[in-house]
């Protein structure tokens, strides 16, 4: 049974905190655009960007992130393809905003704000992805770049040899 058949009334809540009250079809559209929808950014401020919008396996690109509500150690940028659910796992790779000694130290700041290097893994397939934010443990979607287009890795070896070859019977 889904929610709205089983609550006339819903309460979203992230990490403790009430995100939104109310019936529950305008909740469950709220979560929607919260996990999967483009405006994301303008309902939790924060935003990620690339600074190219088409790269090759082994690139690398330049990712900006502003509006981390509350920085710390276990925030990441992740690249997914564009059609994927928003969810931690099943990305092409990831970074953490913050790469301080004390990591997994639950009490350290990570930056708000910031840029990072971003190597587009070796093998990743060519397809429309994108750069998502995701802040805490349990990470949140906090926001989605701008589509990158991953383009075919085109090889200039041709293939052919000057070798010759011989056939015995």
Request: glycine share 10%.
């Amino acid at each position: 049974p889904s929610v709205e058949k089983l609550c006339d009334r819903v309460v979203l809540l992230e990490h403790g905190r009430i995100k939104g009250s109310g019936p529950a079809r305008e909740i469950i559209d709220l979560y929607n655009r919260l996990t999967q929808g483009s405006s994301l950014s303008s309902l939790t401020g924060a935003t990620v960007s690339a600074d190219k919008s088409s790269i090759a396996p082994g690139e690398t690109l330049v990712a900006t992130w502003t509006g981390i509500p509350t920085p710390g150690p276990h925030d990441f940028i992740g690249m997914y393809r564009k059609s994927q659910k928003a969810e931690r796992g099943n990305y092409a790779g990831y970074a953490f905003t913050y790469d301080g000694s004390e990591h997994f130290d639950p009490a350290a700041v990570g930056p708000a704000s910031g840029s990072l290097n971003f190597v587009v893994p070796v093998g990743t397939p060519p397809a429309t992805w994108e750069l998502r934010l995701f802040s805490g443990d349990p990470s949140v979607l906090l926001a989605r770049s701008e589509p990158i287009v991953v383009r075919a890795v085109v090889s200039t070896d041709t293939g052919s040899t000057s070798d010759s070859l011989s056939f015995s019977s």
